[in-house]
């Protein structure tokens, strides 16, 4: 073989090795672009979701909060009733005011969410409804329940305990589904 013939395939046999190297380089290095791409879409797409969740858990945690303060409010009138078994019109009204509040909190909480939160709201507010029933009837409110005002007061006091019970079993499951909610952070 003569020397320019071997010349020109080293060269031919150069060109294709450099092309080749090339090309490999080329795509491995899109390659790994795409995925550092892929990658930052993900990191994006989970930080997005972390800000979501973190912004919705200070609004939930505050309707969580009045809610439980609330109840705990009612309870506490309720309670002093009981231990004093004067039930006066005055202070069935202030109970009345507070259940109010309880439902305007109930309304918050069910805007915010989640549903299993919400549900055990329900439960909740049901168990005080149930007393604040007992202590219209009590107090003799014009209002009561029928069947409520056909009770004895000692039934009365007795149902307005087992009421409070209640209320106090459905707060705990409330406060629960709270703290499960607010832990979530749906991933």
């Known amino acids: ?9 080293g060269a031919a046999v150069g060109a294709v090795g450099a092309g080749t190297a090339a090309l490999t380089s080329g795509w491995l290095g899109a390659r790994t672009a795409r995925e550092q791409i892929f990658a930052q ?4 797409d989970q930080q997005r979701h972390f800000e979501h969740a973190r912004d919705r858990r200070e609004p939930r945690s505050q309707a969580y909060t ?7 409010a009612i309870g506490t009138r309720i309670k002093e009733m009981n231990r004093s078994e004067t039930y006066t019109e005055d202070g069935a ?11 305007r909190s109930r309304a918050r909480v069910m805007v915010e969410g989640p549903e299993t939160v919400a549900d055990n709201t329900e439960d909740l507010v049901e168990a005080v409804l149930e007393c604040q029933d007992v202590v ?8 009561a329940p029928p069947e409520m005002r056909d009770k004895s007061r000692s039934e009365l ?11 106090g ?12 909610a607010l832990e979530d952070t749906g991933t």
């Open 1 to 9: 073989m003569d020397a320019g013939l071997a010349a020109l395939l």
């Open 66 to 72: 009045d809610l439980i303060a609330q109840t705990q």
């Open 93 to 103: 009204h202030r109970i009345l005011e507070e259940i109010s509040k309880l439902l």
């Open 157 to 167: 006091v007795e149902l307005c305990r087992a009421s409070l019970e209640a209320s």
């Open 169 to 180: 079993e459905a707060l705990s499951g409330f406060v629960e589904a709270a703290r499960e």
């Open 136 to 143: 219209m009837a009590l107090a003799s409110i014009p209002g």
């Open 41 to 44: 879409h993900l990191q994006a």
